[in-house]
């Protein structure tokens, strides 16, 4: 076994030997694999390992059919067969929402030059003639979905690496990993000890016991899933064809042929947890005792649908474990408080994204960034608030609730609240309806039942649309007040702070006390990893504003630049809280509560001071994502409560109240804002999205010579702003949400990044990126998956020139 290593993995699972794979491949040779038993032992080898390339989300889709492609072609380059079968995929539309959501994979499928679309019922009758077809609105068929054997795809990754010079070791039981001083680590094992640039925890079901080992808590817990094979069925038999897999998940489970037979699924209500105090060590090819019993509904609506199931023998049953995160997607990328430590965990459809996640593995290891924005799957994305009461609750709902819709824009309760300010029992009594945001709850609009849940049930507009509505025209009108406490804040204070700033981003940074800058965030490949507001507050002291969901992640690159040892950075994200307080009536609002002058001339835009709003000291910015005359008031957390009644009381006067996230959203897209995860993503160059004017190259910054690169070359796509046609949404009863292609003449020409309606100004507007069209052009917006007229503006529909925003 070898002593030295580039990178050792930990886990001999598909997922383990796909990373291995691709790290060969990308150049690295001098890669170990640890597998504590035999490959496949865990949850791999009792897979169903169904294969699928739609996704809701775009990126997703991406990697599942780069890992459907990659089967055929490993077979070929390995020799060892993956057990591939592609009969293709029925998907069945039983709901009005189910329709729409498959209508938009259909022009997701077409924008991406994919297969999936719509068939009739007499296509669908051929292609499967065991199913009945009655009560089906709406029938898509995958040509290329199926299954593979699991066993034979972690084979062929795992001959695949060998032959390009990994080494893999069996029953060899990983028993520590030790950091050392400059970022390598040293895993111990019975059979010797291998110091490694990086370690990869793909363990699996024994991720939660590996990650112990560095010191870190992952936020998984596993579950029994059963499924079962049938007796072999008369009319299979007689086909000389393999059947399509069936995927009517308004029924909740999963039906595909299996040898002469059918293999039907199903994530039960009535599910369990396994393994809640951790995962045996002695655990490996076992299973559990079956219980049908529990999954009885999903069996009897899969016989309903297809009648033969209900005269079949039952030849046998899995019931094993699987290991989920809080929102069923992998716990993937860099440990951030960690150095070279990679986490790939928690994976449901392992077959449907193995190749795609090792790939992703493969480029954040050796490049330093994978190529596409994965920050849905991102480790960064939960942090110690996902206790374990509240990973048992989510994980618990999303094994129960597999196969329902996740809607734009739906909130669910299970496991809330996690995270309150102090402000909440006084925002609930207003009638907010809360979400979830990095763990904190925060109003998303008002006006609801004191206590009421979030209730969005489609991709159509919903009850609240007219809530938000109220919240966006009172604030334009007169005056709103936004809690702006999950937004994330950092101090960096000491006689190298500014320095240490100007090293990491990318625009010049104030020197002026009071003066603020907007400022991106580069990536390694050069494109946008945040955008921040920095602000001067004192000499040597700064704050700097950025996104509340992204902290973890952006922890990474603060941690690439060595911080002076007479500096300090801080979170203040828990110790802060805030309020945006904007619209044409906002200064005469706050000059009711303060000594201090808000006067243009006193306090103009982009500056900052320190000041007492109704005996509370905040830090007032003069900025505001409404695109509206603002200031943002940043205080001590236990100042919150008494700082927003102060403000409710003064806003009594102006009609002003308060104003949710989903009216911010509104808001920020009728001025054409950005916003990071939607618009700016490291996917995207600074030119792209408007962000070049405030890359200031002839200074040193973080990732400089990735921007430059990337400055040197033309747009590939650019960021516009859309209307739609008012008789198409009106029509439809639906606005753009994000991810819907956009289309002129037929030809795919760009998709949805962030969409909703205006209500100020009275039109359906959509953020988006397109290619080769111009402002004016008249183009097909694909929402719920049917076109809608739109045209690109040149300017954006409110206040174009900014004046409101500076007045």
């Known amino acids: 076994m070898r002593t030295h290593a580039q990178a050792v993995v930990i886990?001999?699972?598909?997922?383990g030997c796909s990373i291995l794979y691709h790290l060969t491949k990308a150049g690295w040779s001098d890669v170990v694999l640890l597998e504590r038993d035999e490959l496949t032992s865990g949850s791999t080898w009792h897979a169903a390992a169904n294969i699928h390339g739609l996704h809701d989300n775009n990126n997703i889709t991406r990697i599942q059919n780069y890992t459907m492609d990659l089967y055929n072609a490993l077979e070929e380059e390995t020799g060892q067969s993956c057990g591939v079968y592609q009969p293709g995929s029925l998907y069945l539309a039983q709901t009005e929402a189910r329709e729409h959501q498959l209508r938009l994979q259909a022009a997701k499928a077409k924008y991406y030059g994919l297969k999936f679309h719509e068939i009739d019922r007499a296509e669908a009758e051929a292609l499967h003639p065991l199913v009945d077809y009655d009560g089906v609105r709406c029938i898509m068929f995958e040509p290329s979905g199926g299954n593979v054997d699991p066993s034979g795809v972690t084979n062929a990754y795992a001959t695949g690496a060998r032959q390009n010079g990994a080494e893999i070791h069996r029953f060899c039981p990983v028993t520590a990993t030790e950091p050392q001083?400059?970022?390598?680590?040293?895993v111990r094992t019975p059979k010797g000890d291998i110091h490694t640039q990086w370690v990869v925890n793909a363990a699996g079901l024994w991720g939660r016991e590996v990650a112990a080992m560095a010191g870190i808590c992952l936020p998984l817990q596993p579950t029994e899933h059963q499924y079962f094979v049938t007796e072999t069925i008369a009319e299979i038999a007689a086909l000389d064809r393999r059947l399509p897999s069936v995927a009517d998940r308004d029924g909740e489970y999963y039906l595909r042929q299996e040898g002469k037979g059918l293999l039907i699924g199903a994530y039960e209500r009535d599910m369990r947890f396994w393994a809640e105090g951790g995962t045996p060590q002695d655990f490996g090819h076992e299973l559990f005792a079956d219980d049908l019993d529990r999954i009885e509904e999903n069996m009897m609506r899969a016989i309903d649908r297809v009648p033969a199931v209900g005269a079949a023998g039952i030849k046998r049953v899995i019931n094993g474990p699987m290991i989920w995160s809080p929102d069923a997607n992998v716990l993937f990328g860099p440990v951030p408080e960690l150095r070279n430590y990679f986490c790939c965990n928690g994976i449901i459809p392992g077959f449907s994204q193995?190749?795609?996640?090792?790939?992703?593995?493969?480029?954040?290891?050796?490049?330093?960034?994978?190529?596409?924005?994965m920050f849905v799957w991102d480790v960064a994305r939960f942090g110690d608030w996902a206790d374990a009461a509240f990973i048992k609750a989510r994980v618990g709902d999303q094994y129960a609730h597999r196969f329902k819709i996740h809607f734009p824009n739906e909130e669910r309760a299970a496991g809330r609240p996690a995270r309150k300010r102090p402000a909440y029992d006084l925002q609930r009594g207003l009638g907010a309806v809360f979400g979830?945001?990095?763990?904190?709850?925060?109003?998303?609009?008002?006006?609801?039942?004191?206590?009421?849940?979030d209730r969005t049930e489609g991709f159509t507009r919903q009850d609240w649309w007219q809530n938000v509505g109220a919240e966006c025209r009172m604030l334009r009108d007169r005056a709103g007040i936004i809690d702006i406490s999950n937004f994330a804040k950092y101090r960096c204070h000491g006689p190298g702070a500014h320095d240490w700033l100007e090293a990491v981003f990318a625009n010049n940074i104030p020197e002026a006390v009071g003066r603020s800058c907007l400022t991106p965030l580069i990536g390694t490949r050069g494109g946008i990893a945040g955008d921040f507001t920095v602000t001067c507050v004192a000499e040597n002291d700064y704050w700097i504003i950025g996104s509340g969901m992204a902290e973890r992640?952006?922890?990474?690159?603060?941690g690439q630049v060595p911080l002076p040892g007479d500096t300090q950075f801080e979170s203040l994200t828990g110790a802060v809280c805030g309020f945006n307080v904007a619209g044409p009536s906002a200064r005469a609002m706050l000059q009711q509560l303060t000594n201090t002058s808000l006067d243009t001339s006193d306090f103009p835009f982009m500056r900052s001071r320190r000041i007492d709003i109704a005996g509370v000291e905040t830090l007032a910015l003069r900025v505001s994502f409404t695109g509206d005359l603002g200031w943002e008031l940043h205080c001590a957390e236990a100042d919150q409560a008494r700082l927003l009644e102060a403000l409710l009381d003064a806003g009594r006067a102006h009609d002003a109240g308060c104003v949710g996230s989903r009216a911010l959203m509104s808001l920020r897209i009728e001025k054409g804002y950005g916003s990071w995860g939607r618009e700016y993503s490291p996917?995207?160059?600074p030119q792209e999205v408007g962000l070049d004017r405030l890359?200031?190259?002839?200074?040193?910054?973080l990732n400089r010579d990735a921007a430059l690169r990337v400055l040197q070359e033309p747009p590939r796509e650019r960021l516009v702003l859309l209307s739609l046609d008012p008789q198409d949404t009106d029509a439809s009863n639906a606005d753009a949400t994000g991810g819907e292609p956009i289309f002129l003449d037929g030809r795919g020409v760009g998709r949805v990044t962030s969409g909703a309606y205006g209500y100020s100004v009275g039109q359906s507007l959509a953020l988006g990126f397109v290619k080769d069209v111009d402002a004016g052009t008249e183009v097909e917006v694909m929402v719920l998956g049917r076109p809608h007229r739109a045209k690109i503006l040149?300017?954006?529909p409110f206040d174009p020139e900014g004046r409101r925003l500076r007045a």
Do not use: Q
């Open 695 to 701: 890359c200031k190259t002839d200074k040193p910054f």
């Open 181 to 186: 001083p400059d970022g390598s680590w040293i």
């Open 794 to 796: 040149s300017a954006p």
């Open 11 to 15: 886990g001999g699972g598909v997922i």
């Open 436 to 453: 979830l945001n990095a763990g904190w709850e925060h109003p998303l609009y008002f006006g609801a039942e004191p206590g009421a849940a």
């Open 354 to 373: 193995s190749g795609g996640m090792g790939l992703l593995a493969a480029d954040w290891i050796t490049t330093g960034e994978p190529r596409y924005d």
């Open 553 to 558: 992640y952006h922890m990474r690159f603060f």
């Open 683 to 685: 996917e995207y160059w």
